[in-house]
């Protein structure tokens, strides 16, 4: 996710969205993008609810060049008005209710100058691959690594689990993350309840079209004028 080839479209993409005006990233991280964006020239704002992520972020960038404020997506506001907001990397899924993901949108469109744009980057859940009776979809199953999702449906929320080979011996380190995973038509209803409109959706960073088999969107919404 770090390499040239997946930041150099994704860069681009923001970057055209942001025109002359600033950019607010949702969860920022550690900068993989907001950084580099940064970099060709376009303010650039993070909310990070991690101090650690924020600290080490801190070590790439100053809080002149790209100040960061820590706390939540779905509640923090920070000063001004934006052209572009944006949330990557399936992260609108760590919002554990629909309830938060609604208020991430509507957090998001009160940081909108009129004409801006919300990008939301999210996975379409991989319900297709699990079987009737089954809870678990295999992504990774390899020497160092075995990454399965287990599934509850009732409740919308997808448990990723990883076993990482752990060095020399037969350990493994157990790690697993909880999400709450959402169709885009459920997102086009949550945008459309803070007052966007969608505006374009693409299956990745380079604009290919989203069609039934696509794993993933780049979804844009718009705050009308
Ligand atoms: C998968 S990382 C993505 C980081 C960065 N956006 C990127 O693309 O590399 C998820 C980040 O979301 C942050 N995060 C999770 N829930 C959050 C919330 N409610 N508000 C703000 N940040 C949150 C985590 O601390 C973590 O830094």
């Known amino acids: 996710m770090s390499s040239a080839a997946v930041l150099g479209p994704t860069v681009a993409f923001l970057a055209e969205l942001a025109g002359d005006g600033r950019a607010l990233e949702f969860a920022i991280g550690t900068g993989r993008v907001g950084v580099p964006l940064r970099e060709r020239g376009v303010p650039v704002v993070g909310i990070e609810l991690s101090e650690h992520m924020a ?28 052209t572009l907001v944006y949330l990557v990397y399936n992260t609108i899924t760590n919002l554990l209710t629909q309830d938060e993901q609604v208020e991430c949108f509507r957090n998001a469109a009160r940081h909108l100058a009129p004409g801006g744009r919300f990008v939301i980057e999210l996975g379409v859940p991989p319900l297709r691959f699990l079987p009737p009776g089954q809870v678990a979809v295999p992504f990774d199953v390899s020497e160092q690594h075995l990454g399965f999702d287990t599934f509850d449906l009732v409740e919308q929320v997808l448990v990723s689990h990883h076993f990482t080979h752990d060095g020399e011996d037969s350990r ?54």
Do not use: C, N
Request: net charge positive; aromatic share 8%.
């Open 55 to 82: 600290a080490v972020l801190r070590r790439k960038v100053d809080e002149e060049t790209l100040p960061v404020a820590v706390g939540d997506m779905a509640t923090t506001v920070v000063p001004g008005q934006f």
């Open 172 to 225: 493994y380190r157990r790690d697993s993350s909880r999400h709450r995973y959402a169709w885009p038509a459920e997102l086009d209803l949550m945008a459309r309840i803070a007052g966007l409109e969608l505006e374009r959706r693409v299956a990745d960073w380079d604009g290919a079209p989203f069609t039934q088999d696509s794993a993933k969107h780049i979804s844009v919404w718009r705050k009308p004028v």
